[in-house]
T-cell receptor, first 115, second 114 residues
Framework: EAGVAQSPRYKIIEKRQSVAFWCNPISGHATLYWYQQILGQGPKLLIQFQNNGVVDDSQLPKDRFSAERLKGVDSTLKIQPAKLEDSAVYLC?????????????FGEGSRLTVL | AQSVTQPDIHITVSEGASLELRCNYSYGATPYLFWYVQSPGQGLQLLLKYFSGDTLVQGIKGFEAEFKRSQSSFNLRKPSVHWSDAAEYFCTVVDYNQGGKLIFGQGTELSVKP
């Protein structure tokens, strides 16, 4: 079974530039998550989708971050314009279960460095 | 809001020695608790989970964790550590006061000495 795919693995940009990350979840998983993991911290949920609808985006900085999940399958997370503090690993995860009582399957992450 | 505290940022153990990683949570009712492991350059993988019932939970790779309500703890243990266990370990709780959001601790980095 294929895992959660993310790209790119690494991205270096200058502040005020834009960047986009892509995620393809495990086939059949209705719930998709984007987490931000800053160095030395645990992952923090940015946004949760159930199919193509948003369940929780309370911690998404909406002035600069946007995410979509067209057709309820793959998803894109965009940052525009980027700030220095956005340097982090962006993790995508998926699961069968929207209640978070099941296992989340994580991708390898996209590491962003903002200079 | 729920919180998870992992008091140890970094632990070093010798290969073959026993391991215990500490986790304390704050939650009024019975929590849903998980331990995830993140190996270098890889995504997080679920080690084990606790919802209810038997307070000693077995997971993958020889890990186990014990839920102790009186101490608000969910410590992860392994009787004999292997070099491949070197990784970052995260204790996690489901916060139903925040719509079922997963709350991660800050992580404990495990190093294994030969």
């Amino acid at each position: 079974e294929a895992g959660v795919a993310q790209s790119p693995r690494y991205k270096i940009i200058e502040k005020r530039q834009s960047v986009a990350f892509w995620c393809n979840p495990i086939s059949g998983h209705a719930t998709l998550y984007w987490y931000q993991q800053i160095l030395g911290q645990g992952p923090k949920l940015l946004i949760q989708f159930q199919n193509n609808g948003v369940v929780d985006d309370s911690q998404l900085p909406k002035d600069r971050f946007s995410a979509e999940r067209l057709k309820g399958v793959d998803s894109t997370l965009k940052i525009q314009p980027a700030k220095l503090e956005d340097s982090a690993v962006y993790l995508c995860a998926s699961s069968w279960d929207r209640t978070n009582t099941g296992e989340l399957f994580f991708g390898e992450g996209s590491r962003l460095t903002v200079l | 809001a729920q919180s998870v505290t992992q008091p140890d940022i970094h632990i070093t153990v010798s290969e073959g020695a026993s391991l215990e990683l500490r986790c304390n949570y704050s939650y009024g009712a019975t929590p849903y608790l998980f331990w995830y492991v993140q190996s270098p350059g890889q995504g997080l993988q679920l080690l084990l989970k606790y919802f209810s019932g038997d307070t000693l939970v077995q997971g993958i790779k020889g890990f186990e964790a014990e839920f102790k309500r009186s101490q608000s703890s969910f410590n992860l243990r392994k009787p004999s550590v292997h070099w491949s266990d070197a990784a970052e370990y995260f204790c996690t709780v489901v916060d139903y006061n925040q719509g079922g959001k997963l709350i991660f601790g800050q992580g404990t980095e495990l190093s294994v000495k030969p």
